[in-house]
């Protein structure tokens, strides 16, 4: 079965310092890719997803993650974090060719910016 | 404005009672979901539901229903016989739910619903 792993339950970093958030899948089958951010008391909203084509998927917000299929990760990275991107970002996997319904959510990794 | 609303917001229940949580979409989107989310353990899938008047069991049915009388609404009902209800419950919707659809498979979120139980 599916699974998604994502290594850093916390991750501080002080203001305009780059970051990356980890993401490792567990199967080698097609998949599609998301990252979602949380902020809190609040749904989830989407930042970027990969489906095809380009390994490297640009988002909302100045995120982009890239698609490594044989690491099977899909690594979240931002060149300069600011306070205000202090939430929750989760890593979620879809199996195409299945059964719908099973989007696979990682635990999430929360990021702290500090001034 | 298009979107997914969840209501209440907060909802406090007392123990050995049945409590439902709404959900409307007015995105046209055949595909909604129903999430539970608790600290430190990401979203684990409730419910779900492709198409009018048909649902399926996700990994933590047990507790819940659901029904899908609607294409814009899709309630959880969370019962006395869910031991540990205590949440923060995300309904989510996509264009659509049928397999091996690209694009249509994004799942758009409703702002959330906090279950405490007293």
């Known amino acids: 079965a599916q699974s998604v792993t994502q290594l850093d339950s916390q991750v501080p970093v002080f203001e305009e310092a780059p970051v990356e958030l980890r993401c490792n899948y567990s199967?080698?089958?097609?998949?599609?890719l998301f990252w979602y951010v949380q902020y809190p008391n609040q749904g989830l909203q989407l930042l970027l997803k990969?489906?095809?084509?380009?390994?490297l998927v640009k988002g909302i917000n100045g995120f982009e993650a890239e698609f490594n299929k044989s690491q099977t990760s899909f690594h979240l990275r931002k060149p300069s974090v600011h306070i205000s991107d202090t939430a929750e970002y989760f890593c979620?996997?879809?199996?195409?060719?299945?059964?719908?319904?099973?989007?696979?959510f990682g635990k999430g990794t929360k990021l702290s910016v500090k001034p | 404005d298009g979107g997914i609303t969840q209501s209440p917001k907060y909802l406090f229940r007392k123990e050995g009672q049945n409590v439902t949580l709404s959900c409307e979409q007015n995105?046209?989107?055949?595909?909604m979901y129903w999430y539970r989310q608790d600290p430190g353990q990401g979203l684990r899938l409730i419910y779900y539901?492709?198409?009018?008047?048909?649902?399926q069991k996700g990994d933590i049915a047990e507790g819940y229903s659901v029904s899908r009388e609607k294409k814009e609404s899709f309630p959880l009902t969370v019962t006395s016989a869910q031991k540990n209800p205590t949440a923060f419950y995300l309904c989510?919707?996509?264009?659509?739910?049928?397999?091996?659809?690209?694009?249509?498979?994004?799942?758009?979120f409703g702002p959330g619903t906090r279950l405490t139980v007293l």
């Open positions: 989510a919707s996509s264009i659509d739910g049928l397999a091996g659809v690209r694009d249509t498979d994004t799942q758009y």
């Open positions: 199967s080698s089958v097609s998949v599609y």
């Open positions: 990969y489906l095809s084509g380009s390994t």
């Open positions: 979620a996997v879809l199996n195409y060719g299945g059964s719908q319904g099973n989007l696979i």
């Open positions: 995105l046209n989107h055949d595909a």
């Open positions: 539901s492709q198409i009018v008047n048909d649902f």
